[in-house]
């Protein structure tokens, strides 16, 4: 009877540590990128642009949110290849370095006010190093976990790379929360909204600490051994897995959901041009929530999709967020805060994690070891890129004085998620594929029987 030793890679996996290292990680490098978020909704349109015209600078402020999207495809191409040739743990700690450095220097960035066109055209500058770096860190730390993991529990491990991920946005808000209410808000405005970013200095620290701690994949150690390392793995993932990235670029798409709560939900919610009137410090808890339960919901989904498969919890995840955006959006229209909250927690603390939490199990789970950073870098942040732009094409549909925001931008939303849902469809299962015929479609999954059997036998060899 076979043993999970003949099918998953030999060597130590440290699949605590690497969990550890992903999620704190992760929470770090996202709560630098969701800081930028919020105060690009929030207080940027009046400080970086001109003012003469709030409904442009809203708009220009959104734009530059998504400009951090176009270098996504660069970074994720160039730190793909370095994950893919060098090794998962260089490409982590060189995002984190790159993330925090550009996170402190839009904290320094001088206003409109006081260099004119300079001001926005240095945060954009920033913005681009930022979405470089952020490009491989959902890959980088999603395939390290993954390859750490003990066979059939890859979902429910992988899955705390997006639990940190929503950890890192709750700080972003949490951050925020208490300066935005406490301080006076032209003191806020003036000089309070730099205090998050310059604090990202704990970044630095804190995660190249515990980055270096973990060692390389077996899975990757094992490629280098035999030789298998590519040269050029983004090719070499064009030619033999173009289908699956093609999967993985519509699947992304679910990037809307987290626009349209956090980014365009807080510009309608508190911009002035909309004439909502929510106070910022209230409409910060409306992430807050939604996120403090995602943290809470993420590893049930990851582990249950280690039982019923890939698939289900991404379509249904995909189906029902999009058809809640319209709820979440007219709750925002009708300045009922209490719904609000409630519509947030269903749509993006709960639902929206049937496709949160088993992405990062089951994108690298479509490709080879030696293109799955680059094949799963690649055609994610190409997904994200089109979401990204988003914001400002819902203010541009839907700007301050129009009719039916909900109807349209929810409408909008809804159209996108059904793509995504139909290219997980699409997708071939993954679950009780072992790791060595990962990526290819071929591959026979084992039965169900002697995959549960398997995967109660790898669950003691779990180590720190």
Known sequence: MASIADREPHGA????????????????EYYDFFIYATAASLIFPQLFFPSTNPTTAIIASL???GVGYVARPVGAFVLGHWGDTLGRKRVLVTCMFLMGFSTIGVGLLPTYEQVGLLAPALL?????IQGFAVAGEIS?????????APFGRR??????TLQGVQAGQILAAAVFLPLAHYMPSEDFNSWGWRIPFLLSFIVIVVGYYIRREVDETPAFAEEVQEGHVPRAPFVQAITESWRDMLRVVCMALMNVIPVVTTIFGAAYAVQPGYGIGFEKDVYLWIPVLGNIVAVLVIPFVGKLSDRVGRRPPIIVGALASGALSFGYLWAISIHNVPLAIAMSILMWGIVYQGYNAVFPS????????RTRVSAMAISQNLGTLVTAMLPAVFTAVAPPGAAGIPMTVGAITFGITVVAALAAWSARETYRVPMHEL????????ARDEYERLRAQSQPAVQG
């Open 13 to 28: 996996h440290q699949t605590k540590k690497a969990t550890a290292s992903g999620w704190i990680g992760s929470a770090l």
């Open 63 to 65: 734009a530059t949110y």
């Open 124 to 128: 954009v500058a920033m913005r681009l």
């Open 140 to 148: 980088g730390a999603s395939s390290m976990i993954l390859e750490h």
């Open 155 to 160: 979902g429910f491990y992988a899955s705390f």
């Open 362 to 369: 089951f994108y690298p789970e479509l490709f080879p070891t």
């Open 439 to 446: 990526g290819n479609p071929r591959a026979e999954p084992l």
